[in-house]
């Protein structure tokens, strides 16, 4: 199945083009035989630049989490990428604004619709975590992240791998000891 005709047309998207500062630059990856579907928050400045999603401190932080390279990473048969803000949403008061809330109603169940081989969907941050998993009143990232098992087979939720986010990973070194070595053998797992 060829996904480059909604690809293109999520790249031409200019719904929330007046809210950005910086413009309209949608960043988005996938195709029909993605294995893993990471749904993160928006892409930030520098990926807002590049084109590149991840392609920053907090996509380094993540493929190691993953244990994966980068040619691995951005093979679109093995990762797909979709944030719930396809554009860069401009700067906050303490770091970037949250995602455009028009991106994943507008998107989202069209890309799902297109994805056929998806085994594992990854909910980086707060705002995936809020929109996918039915338990969001109920439950805080801290303790999404740390009953992870309870969300598999489906989703696997994970903190920002963001170097704002070291603070909460030192108070949290259950993290690197238990969950990231259960997401790299999952990710193994798929990949093999």
Same mark, same amino acid.
């Given at each position: 199945?060829?996904?480059?005709?909604?690809?293109?047309?999520? +790249? +031409?998207?200019?719904? #929330?083009?007046?809210? =950005?500062? #910086? &413009?309209? +630059?949608?960043?988005?990856? $996938?195709?029909?035989?993605?294995?893993?579907?990471?749904?993160?928050?928006?892409?930030?400045?520098?990926?807002?630049?590049?084109?590149?999603?991840?392609? %920053? !401190?907090?996509? /380094?932080?993540?493929? !190691?989490?993953?244990?994966? %390279?980068?040619?691995? $990473?951005?093979?679109?048969?093995?990762?797909?990428?979709?944030?719930?803000? $396809?554009?860069?949403?401009?700067? &906050? @008061?303490? &770091? /970037?604004?949250?995602? *455009?809330?028009? #991106?994943?109603?507008?998107?989202? @169940?069209?890309?799902?619709?297109? =994805?056929?081989?998806?085994?594992?969907?990854?909910?980086?941050?707060?705002?995936?975590?809020?929109?996918?998993?039915? /338990? *969001?009143?109920?439950?805080?990232?801290?303790?999404?992240?740390? /009953?992870?098992?309870?969300?598999?087979?489906?989703?696997?939720?994970?903190?920002?791998?963001?170097?704002?986010?070291?603070?909460?990973? !030192?108070?949290?070194?259950? $993290? !690197?000891?238990?969950?990231?070595?259960?997401?790299?053998?999952?990710?193994?797992?798929? =990949?093999?």
């Amino acid at each position: 199945m060829d996904v480059s005709p909604l690809i293109d047309e999520i +790249r +031409r998207c200019k719904e #929330c083009a007046e809210f =950005l500062e #910086c &413009g309209p +630059r949608p960043v988005v990856s $996938f195709n029909a035989q993605s294995k893993i579907l990471l749904i993160g928050q928006a892409p930030g400045r520098i990926v807002h630049q590049s084109g590149v999603p991840w392609e %920053d !401190k907090s996509g /380094d932080t993540l493929r !190691k989490w993953l244990g994966v %390279d980068k040619s691995t $990473f951005y093979n679109p048969a093995k990762f797909g990428i979709v944030p719930m803000g $396809f554009c860069y949403p401009g700067k &906050g @008061t303490s &770091g /970037d604004l949250p995602p *455009r809330k028009e #991106c994943a109603p507008l998107w989202h @169940t069209r890309i799902f619709e297109e =994805l056929c081989s998806v085994q594992l969907i990854l909910l980086i941050g707060k705002y995936a975590q809020d929109y996918y998993l039915s /338990d *969001r009143k109920k439950r805080n990232l801290t303790e999404r992240v740390k /009953d992870y098992g309870h969300y598999l087979p489906k989703y696997f939720p994970l903190p920002h791998p963001s170097p704002r986010n070291n603070i909460w990973q !030192k108070k949290n070194p259950w $993290f !690197k000891q238990d969950v990231v070595p259960a997401l790299s053998d999952r990710i193994k797992e798929i =990949l093999n």
